[in-house]
């Protein structure tokens, strides 16, 4: 541990850190693992979707013809194809475009605007609308809150999801509307929600009638390892815990097929469904149906679904135990740094000394090598420790996960060694 | 005439009108002339980009790779080939999903949670927002109004655009933000906006400083004759007196390529892009670039894009003649109806006598051939003198076109005869 370290150890430290900190900036790479992405291998795998659905082949099994207008609710056999992945009857499915982060916005707009089923009046005529934030989470999550002034209260993650005790306490203030959840391979913690945090989730009192679980399950077949996780539907979980309307349910291809152009999903009670439908079809006469039959073509069926994410797996797994590696070659021992060994999804979440967070971001900047930006894990870009930082290994090539890892580690360990020597200098002075 | 009838002779014309219907009615047909959406005639001409853009075609000119997240603006190569089409450079067009009325419904929505560029604070904030509505104008239009209580104002169409006298004198209330304009080929009467009309528009003094023009310049390049109308570029006309930001252009390809699988089109001041993109940035990473890119491969070029347009002239305008030669060898010289003969455009506007809108459409339906409801091109689908009708011919086969509108002709003819004897009827009691 640095911190039991002599001052003539620290001393050392600090210069072998530098040492290792200037040869790797000299190397002049250019790295970045700052989104989770796709690798242009891991698109490639769905390139066949690139001809499809081909020549003459445009009408759905119930024989609507899927080029024209209509069909707001998503073809059958769409929903029916992603019914298992969803934990939901194809009833209780609306297809979206390809963006599940859309479909996530536009529920909170349509509350915002006109309230949600059990709403005594729109969302924004309400002096004050706050969500729970599980943090470290998404930043695009907060960021929608941001935008429209939602208060953001962040809840500590304990590895089973959030803190239920917090959250029990925090939805009996009737502004608590909603809440952000990841629950499976959580970004950019990991956590999969445990079945007593959904069952407490689905089960508990809160004082707003109308409050939501926005339950964004991204990565609800993204595994990386070979028995994958499963979590409790969420679903059924509040139906029967009697608050069949809880939850809002979202998920998307984006990280199966193709990232751009993928199909997104609404899951939830048929009050919550005809709720969407009835908005969304003031906004549009209907998705891109003949994506949802592209998707119908190449997937096939539930099977065809898992084949196609283990291809994914053999491709992202090598990546993250190259992370893991070379932050253990370097760190272990040292406290300079905690990190997830995620299950799954497209993060590690690594804890760094406190204050430090910020200044290893800056260091690997300097060095040539991309990370996303200290606090962005946080609501508000704001993270009171300075202490989180959130890598993603999807997009670079195996190699330069392994160049960036090392650079991450020595990057960590120089800012550490620096904290270190300056809280002693301080404590001296 | 029919109100110029001698008693006799309007006894006659109601039994042999009855005898028509009777006989009409008996033939039980099927027919649905209620919505502007394409023959699949019209889709099968853009049956080639069902199988694009092809395996390994998935690089923009720019080597972004289109699978992927990003490009929240659209591809570059997607925006200079609807740039003629838009009057606008590509920097100033943003490139959506399928649907511009979904551009149009996020525009008014971030309006009325934001505010626009020159907004002293959001509309939703605001006691009272109106919206001026030309009518007979397009249902989905002042459906998304009447979702967020935006008040409707309706404003008289003259063959060449609202009433100007009467828009100069309603946008002096600072409620008065915004309004509807489908400026060529209109929705459905087909007007088209004069030049002096749009320099009006773009020239007027409003009270709502952040005043914005809905430009929905949804049938551009729809024309029905050979030589199609231009209109005056409304970005140059409000640039020129001085509003840049006044107006917000949208378009589409849904009746160009394929209804249900189109890219939409936002074109707008550099202000006005840059807002739309700070909000659209909240809700997703990018559009469906591979869609833009099948669009690119397919149309190739501006006057790929115009070759494609004729094609679809040739198969609507035959549509169009046999609707007006069935009302003409109907109602001709009756003053039982008025109709459009439109340059362009997906519909014809029948104003039938005042108050049998209603049991027109009520005959057709009984004598199984549906119409759109009457008051559909009414804000809040409440025409007030119950005279306006839509008809939309392109769907149904040239032969259904055919027999649908003898129908309706007889259908017109039966209500105008009944409300004449009727009213005489009054009359004597």
Redesign the interface.
Known sequence: MIADLSAADLDSLLARARADYDAFRAKGLKLDMT?G??A?EQ?DL???M?????????LSEAGE???????LQGLAETRALFARTLGASPDRIVVG???S??LM??SL?YA???GVPGSAKPW?REPDVAFLCPTPGYD?HF??CE??GVRMIPVPLTGDGPDMDKVEELVRDPAVKGMWNVPKYANPSGDVYSDETIRRLARMTTAAPDFRLFWDNAYVLHHLTDDGREILNVLDACAEAGHPDRAFVFAST?KMT????GLAFFASSPANVAWLLA?AS??????????QLRHVRFLKDHDGLVAHMAKHKALLAPKFAAVDEALEARLAGTGAARWTKPEGGYFISVDVVEGTASRVVQLAKDAGLLLTGAGATWPKGKDPRDQNLRLAPSFPSLSDVKAASEGIAICILLAAAEAESAKRKDAAA
């Open positions: 989104r992405k796709p242009p698109l769905a390139e066949g690139l001809a499809l659905p081909g020549n003459r082949d445009h013809d899927a080029r024209n207008y209509g069909g475009d390809n963006s982060l859309a916005h536009d707009v915002l605007l006109k924004g695009r960021a929608i935008e429209y984006s193709l990232a751009g152009a908005s003031k906004r549009t006469i209907g998705p891109d149906k003949l994506n």
